[in-house]
Every structure is written in C-alpha cells, then in structure tokens.
C-alpha cells in the first residue's frame, strides 16, 4: 500500500495518492500545483548438497523472496541451495529469515521450495528486473490555483499561522493547529516515510528531516550514500514528498504547516526507477532498515506490487505476504508503529469476494475473484499495522475509499473533489509540499494514512515510553466517530449507493473507531 501516488486511476497502484481521482492504490491523489514558495524443516526435503547443477534456462530475471526459519544455520544452507539452484543471493535478512534472490532459470521457485529449511519462496514480480520505461504514475495536473500574497502571509503569520494553512482545511479538522499549542511533537520521534523519495531540501522540510535515519532500499539493500534517498524524478515521484509535508512540514513562517511540525521526518525509497513500483523486497528492506535506526513511525500510502491482493493458494503471493509480514512484525517488535492507507477503490475490505481486474500490475492484468481474508492487500492488512481510511471535509467517508468492518482501524482526511470546503480553501482535496519548494493539492487515502502516523507521532512524543500496541489502543480511544450515514451513501450525488456502512456509532466499517483526534492525542 509504496504502498504501497501522482494521478490515481481506479484501480491503479499507489494509495499512492496523486489522482484527483483516487483508485485502488497506484498512489491514490489527484494533484493541482501551487506556485513555488521559497520454524520447522520438513522431512525429506533435499538438502543442498542433494541438488543437482544442470544447464541454467534462459528465462527472463526476476527477483525472489526466499523465507526460511531465522537462524543462522539455516539461512546459510538455504543460500547454498540458491546458489546451486542457478540463483544469486542479493541479501539475507538472517533476524526474520527473508533472503532476497535473483535467477534467469524460470524453475527456480519451484526447486527452491523443495530445500530443506525453505518456507515459502515465490517470485516478487511478473516484469523482469530491466523492464521497460513505463510508468503508471501520472504526471502532475498543473493548474491554476491561489496565490499568496505577501501581506496575506504577513496576516497569516500574525494569526499564528503559516502562509498557506488556511488553505489546509484538514489541520483544524483533527484539531492539530489546537495541538501544535500544546506539544508539536518531540524531535525524538521520528516518522519514516516509505515511498517513492522525498525532497529534503524543501524549506518546509529541511528543519526537520533526518539524513541519519534515511536511506533507498530499491531492490532489497538499504543505500544510505547522501542523496539516495530522494525521488528518482522530481517531476513525478512528487508522491513521497507530499506525504512527508502532511506529516511534519515545520511551523517556520513557509508554505504549509505538518500534523506534528515539532517530531523528525525520514525517507526510505521504495519505488523502482522508471515504473514507480513499489516491489516486496525493497518493502522488506525498508521496514527492517526503519526498525534498526530507531524508527519510532512509518507512513506506507501504497500497495506492494504488483499484486493488489496477494493469495496465499498462489506460492508467490504466499511468499510476498510472509516476507513483507516477517518484516512488519520485527519492526513492532522494535517499537515501531506502522500506519497504512485502505486503497482507493472503494473495496469493502470485509467482504467475501471482491473482483480484481489490476493485478499484476508489471505486466498483463488479469480478472480474478478474490477474498480479502485469504488474499491480504499488502501491508494494510498485516497484523498489527494501522489501516487507515479517508474522509472529506464533512467527516464522510471518501467516494474512492475502501472500507470494512474489522478491517479499518481509523480514519484520517484524505480528500474528496465531492466535499468542497468554504472559502478561502475552496479545495476538497489536500495541500500539502512537492519537490522543488512547490506545494499541491492531492487526494486519496495515500494522503490519510500520513494524517494518522502524524497523530501517531504526537502520541508517542506524549508517551515516550508507549509499546505500539499502547499507541494504537490510543489512537482508537481518542478517535471521534462520526457514525454510519443515516442515508444512503451517494458522494457524487448520481441516486445510486456506492457503499454500506455497518457496525455501530461507535466501531462501524466506514471509519472504523472514528476520525484521529490530535489535541487529544497531546492533551489527554
């Protein structure tokens, strides 16, 4: 849910949010710039050494999640096998058993499953690793929007606030301009943004971003060289960018102000370089190099690829969901809270059968029927993470939302071309930085799940010493839920009901416990 984005079309990756019209995920939002401003091992497996060398087949490159028992002994036989198995070991995660591989032999999974010591092993993608320069991220929709004038800014500033928050009508709406009063949040937390990079030399995230804790894990190896950790194409991979100013855009007289302005912000970038997509073993690396450089939040807006839904009776898809869940749960284990948006395809998360026409998303997709339960979207729906749904400025869920009882945790705002709020914001959808200094409108639930991680940071700033599942408990606590719709639910107003809500006024599928409450999350 990389997640796991620029224009979003239904049922396109990124929860991404970069469409004005959010779809199930490539990044979900739509973009308006503004002007720049300055285990066990089964018996009789063969071993190693059993295996046979024959002539390699010549099959395209692909990448493999190899998991296995997390210890050393295993890990290390297990790499023999790869190696003899006409594969080359990329990396070894030997704390959570993940071994990320690369082979030309289109046999190589299914020999590698039957290794002594292997648990699951599959493909992480249908694409080889050089495919072509395609992307499914859309470019930027450069329209006009408001200008700041000088002397609205100095107005703004008197006011205690920053040149373009009254554009922000999301701020007020969790009440984190009343927080920022109280406790903006300690610069001993830090929010990791996992995503396609970020611009940290935006003037509204300089102050507060954390080289140190920064780094690229595209294809499964954290690169921490300076740099590294920006967006591979500015003009658009703006997607990880606006996602870190949602959550930490500091309270310094420029541009936008953050949920928690006060705690540190850090990249991990995921996207690969010319698809934006957003593979299993850069997740993984992403989530281990978080928990290891004291990571206390990570933001994921996206899905991992190219699966929307991953079905544990497919072995690949098996392998993407117990590698990227090995890594959710060492980075809790850690200390680490990892906050996920629900997708934008208005998906009832809970239901039994949902059709999915985008998978794989690398190559060719096909239709198939899927259920949510024995096909997880990944990592929204990995134990422990937060998922988070998004609403607009009337507190209704978005149009392009998904949903479910059981499923969302929170909700957070995320924008809705369909709830405009009153002047001066006029904009239903989220502002917010891009890189370069320009700053945009998106929406999607790409652009709630920072919402929620930014509450989550003020939580832990007010609680240092909180467990994640303390600071989840909390943010369902605090939430305000403002109940199923007493009507139909009709967003684009068309006389047909997109969705039904169910459950109670206090845990219901729209929005799980409620809206997140940032004055109460410094407050109470």
């Known amino acids: ?40 091992i089964p018996r009789g497996a063969p071993s190693s050494s059993a295996l046979t060398s024959s002539a390699t087949a010549d099959g395209p490159s692909l990448s ?21 198995s006409h594969g080359t070991v990329v990396t070894a995660y030997e704390r959570i058993g993940v071994i990320v591989a690369h082979s030309k032999d289109p046999a190589f999974a299914k020999t590698i499953r039957q290794v002594r010591g292997v648990q699951s092993a599959g493909a992480t993608r249908t694409a080889p690793l050089t495919p072509a320069a395609t992307t499914e991220v859309g470019r930027p929709e450069k329209v006009p929007a408001p200008r700041t004038s000088a002397a609205t800014a100095a107005k703004a500033l008197a006011a205690g606030q920053e040149p373009l928050e009254s554009l922000q009508w999301d701020i007020p709406a969790i009440k984190a301009d009343q927080a920022a009063k109280v406790n903006p949040g300690s610069r001993k937390v830090t929010v990791a943004v996992i995503d396609t990079g970020v611009d940290d030399t935006h003037p509204d995230l ?40 949602e959550i930490a855009a500091a309270r310094n007289g420029v541009g936008v102000a953050g949920v928690a302005p006060g705690v540190k912000v850090s990249a991990i970038k995921v996207s690969e370089p010319t698809t934006s997509l957003f593979y299993a073993e850069s997740v993984v690396c992403a989530f281990v190099f978080a928990a290891d450089h004291g990571v206390e939040v990570t933001n994921n807006s996206y899905f991992v690829d190219p699966w929307k839904y991953n079905c544990a009776a497919d072995p690949d898809q098996k392998a993407i969901t117990d590698a990227v869940g090995r890594a959710t749960a060492y980075a809790q284990r850690k200390g680490v809270v990892s906050v996920a948006s629900a997708g934008n395809s208005n998906d009832d998360l809970a239901a039994g059968s949902l059709t999915d026409t985008t998978s794989p998303n690398d190559t060719t997709p096909v239709e198939r029927s899927v259920d949510p339960s024995v096909c997880p979207d990944v990592p929204t729906q990995l ?22 009882l059981g499923q969302v945790d929170v909700a957070g705002p995320g924008g809705d071309k369909y709830q405009v709020p009153e002047l001066p914001a006029k904009d239903g959808r989220i502002l917010s930085t891009l890189p370069g200094g320009d700053y945009g409108y998106l929406q999607g639930t790409s652009m709630a799940s920072p919402h929620v991680a930014g509450v989550a940071a003020l939580l832990k700033s007010a609680h240092p010493k909180a467990s994640p599942q303390e600071i989840q408990w909390l943010l369902k ?48």
């Open 383 to 404: 134990p422990g993470v937060v998922t988070v749904s998004a609403t607009g400025v009337t507190s209704l869920k978005s149009y392009y939302s998904s949903y479910g």
């Open 64 to 84: 493999y999640v190899v998991n296995t028992a997390a210890d050393h002994g295993t890990v290390g036989e297990v790499k023999k096998a790869i190696t003899a």
């Open 206 to 245: 300089a102050p507060n971003f954390s080289r140190s804790q920064s780094a690229s894990c595209v294809g499964g190896v954290a690169d921490t060289s300076p740099g590294a950790w920006r967006p591979w194409n500015p003009a658009e991979d703006y997607h990880g960018t606006h996602v870190a100013g």
């Open 1 to 40: 849910m990389a997640h796991h984005r620029p224009a979003a079309r239904p049922g396109t990756r990124r929860r991404r949010a970069l469409a004005a019209v959010p779809a199930g995920l490539a990044l979900t939002a739509s973009l308006v710039l503004l002007p720049q401003a300055a285990s066990a």
């Open 477 to 524: 606590a605090q939430a305000d839920n403002p109940g199923c719709p007493t009507g139909p639910y009709d967003p684009d107003g068309d006389g047909d009901t997109d969705a039904v809500c169910t459950g109670t006024e206090h845990i219901n599928s729209f929005y799980g416990y409620g809206i997140v409450d940032a004055l109460d999350a410094v407050a109470k």
